[in-house]
Nanobody, 124 residues
Framework: QVQLVESGGGLVQAGGSLRLSCTGS????????MGWFRQAPGKEREFVAV????????YYPDSVKGRFTISRDNAKNTVYLQMNSLKPEDTAVYYC?????????????????WGQGTQVTVSS
């Protein structure tokens, strides 16, 4: 059974930093395009970042570009999300997701496997 497990969430003041990790079972991460999404209370799930499977090309929406960095370590079957200059509006549950079909998508429906989520709270 495929599993993705996120860690690294927590409470941080505005302007601070957090690094999220997502480790997969087997070769789930190393063989997939990997994305991060977030969902705030009462809002739809929002795309945050994607990294391609083999060459590590990344893409971000304007809301996090220049502040967030996605990276991957295929040897460790782990993907990371470094979040800097955090804002209160970044508060959400953050999810990692895997797409074995390598579509490198910004759409949540194109991801087959999901972690359980980790809470990030940014205080003002």
């Amino acid at each position: 059974q495929v599993q993705l497990v996120e860690s690294g969430g927590g409470l941080v003041q505005a302007g601070g930093s957090l690094r999220l990790s997502c480790t997969g079972s087997g070769r789930t991460v190393s063989s997939s395009a990997m994305g991060w999404f977030r969902q705030a209370p009462g809002k739809e799930r929002e795309f945050v970042a994607v990294v391609t499977q083999s060459d590590g090309i990344t893409y971000y929406p304007d809301s996090v570009k220049g502040r967030f960095t996605i990276s991957r370590d295929n040897a460790k079957n782990t993907v990371y999300l470094q979040m800097n200059s955090l804002k209160p509006e970044d508060t959400a549950v953050y999810y990692c997701a895997a797409d074995p079909l390598l579509r490198n998508s910004v759409l949540s429906r194109n991801y087959q496997y999901w972690g359980q989520g980790t809470q990030v709270t940014v205080s003002s």
